[in-house]
Every structure is written in structure tokens, then in C-alpha cells.
């Protein structure tokens, strides 16, 4: 047992070592500013959706992908820490997980398909319209 927790903690810190860098490349881009993320727009004609339009939607959705997992990354911890759903922590982290993966799930697809909600969008994009309002295009 005392591997599993080894194992999770481990996962744990990779996990928010990446959301962590990935928010910081996200955080000029959110301002408007160059980042590194603008090296990659000319690479992406294999995209689906247009090549570019599909990179601009990953783009977009990148930092609330990352807000909306921290959360559940720290319910997952706790989850582990209280050893499972047998003890009262335990099982209000399980009710977390589940609730905190259902929020960044339909977050995320929200900012996908439709670009909303607002609060969740880079400030420069949140005129633009998500996959199912491109039309044809």
C-alpha cells in the first residue's frame, strides 16, 4: 500500500509541475502579448478544423483546461491522503472528484464548441466564436 501512495504523490507532482508550466506560457498569451505559442501557428496545417482554427481552439481552451484541473489534482491528493472513500474526508473527496471533473469537463467543451463562458476565454478572444458558430468556414 505504502507503493501506491509513493506512486501517487510522485504523479501528483508531475501533474502540477505541468498545469503549473503551462500556465506560465499561457499567461502572455492570456494578455495579449506574444508567446510561445505563436511559433507553432504555421506547423499546424494538419489540424482538423482548418489547421489553424483547430490550434486557435486549443489555444483558447488551454488555460481553462489548466485552472479547472487544479482543483481536481488537489481532491485527487486528498482523496489518496485520507485513504479512499472509507473515511469521512475520504468520501467527501471522492464527491469532490466527481464534482470538480464534471465542472472542468463541461468547462472546457464549453470553451471548445461554443467559447463561453466568458470568465474562461483570453480576454482578446472572447469575440470570436467557437467551433459550432464557424459555419462552413
Known sequence: MT???VLGTLSFGVALVAILATLSMTYPYWHGRPSRFDA???????WPYG???GWKVVRR?????CLLSLPFLLSTM???IAGG???PVGAFAESALFVFAAIGNVGVIAVVLINRPRMLVPPHLRD???LLGRGSA
Open 61 to 65: 481552451s488551454t488555460t481553462a483546461l
Open 3 to 5: 507503493e501506491l501512495y
Open 128 to 130: 470570436e466564436p467557437g
Open 85 to 87: 472513500g472509507a473515511t
Open 51 to 53: 489547421g489553424v482554427t
Open 78 to 80: 486528498t482523496f489518496m
Open 40 to 46: 507553432y501557428d504555421a506547423r499546424m496545417e494538419l
